[in-house]
């Protein structure tokens, strides 16, 4: 198993386990990706019921237009999943590209927040 696939195992551990889970993943029913900028490691992460379902390996010639999309190289992802770089430091700094709804970005920075006070 890939170095970043384990981080973001942590990851949804780390969130489907905290206390306020429930109520930053209410009527969150959505996928989104993350990926490396040269696309040879990517995954779809799914939620629903409060929780991260599934993480599952994807390509992203088959997601929807208005799904969230997270892209950065390999070390960048696993620091912002692992909450040891803000994923707004990273992407103020053009180390990460976000592409998708507002609705759905402002979700994962709250995430972020709550989880590692990013």
């Known amino acids: ?14 969130l489907n386990t905290h206390p306020y889970a429930p109520k930053l993943l209410a009527n969150w ?7 490396t900028i040269d696309e040879k490691e990517s995954y779809q992460i799914k939620i629903n019921n409060n929780a991260v379902q599934e993480i599952n390996l994807c390509t992203f010639d088959k997601i929807a237009d208005d799904a969230l999309l ?3 190289n390999e070390e ?5 999943f692992a909450g040891k770089l803000s994923p ?3 992407y103020n700094a053009g180390q990460i590209a976000l592409y998708g709804n507002m609705q759905d970005q402002t979700r994962l920075d709250a995430i972020a927040l709550v989880l590692w006070g990013a």
Do not use: C, N, P
Request: proline share 0%; net charge neutral.
């Open 29 to 35: 029913d959505r996928a989104f990706y993350i990926g």
């Open 88 to 90: 707004l430091k990273a």
């Open 76 to 80: 960048i992802l696993i620091e912002v």
């Open 1 to 14: 198993m890939s170095k970043l696939k384990l981080q973001l195992e942590d990851f949804a551990s780390t």
């Open 70 to 72: 997270i892209q950065a």
